[in-house]
């Protein structure tokens, strides 16, 4: 029997496949990876060429006017709140009633989206957006 101490090895640890690995998932990244400029953007809104608007049987119109007032079917909208307009579409709504969402283009973006919450308060869930074609909107600029 051979009861000499044996020399110990040092355990190492091999990084280079580790890095390989790495290296190979930057690669990945980088190349799989789309960069968008939202600062390039310019918008127009809202004209749109689609087909003729369809005729709902209970549609209910959410005027938004550029400087924020509402109008429920043609109707003053007491206040600028969300609870103010979800009474207004509440006692204008049925159960089914489609919101048709007409806002001045230079409405904000708060203004609509108050009137999108409002709509989900009371239930409604079909919301769609009133538009002209571009040919109606090249016409009013003359």
Known sequence: MNFRPRAKDEPEINLIPFIDVLLVIL???ML?????KFTQLQLTLPV????AQRDYPREVIVSVAADGRYAVNQGGVDGRSVDAVAQALRSAAGRDSVVVISADALSS???VVTVMEAARRVGLVQITFATQSSAASR???R
């Open 48 to 51: 749109a060429d689609a087909e």
């Open 27 to 29: 690669i990945f990244l």
């Open 109 to 111: 973006h708060q203004s």
């Open 32 to 36: 799989t990876t789309t960069y968008s």
């Open 139 to 141: 016409a009013a600029r």
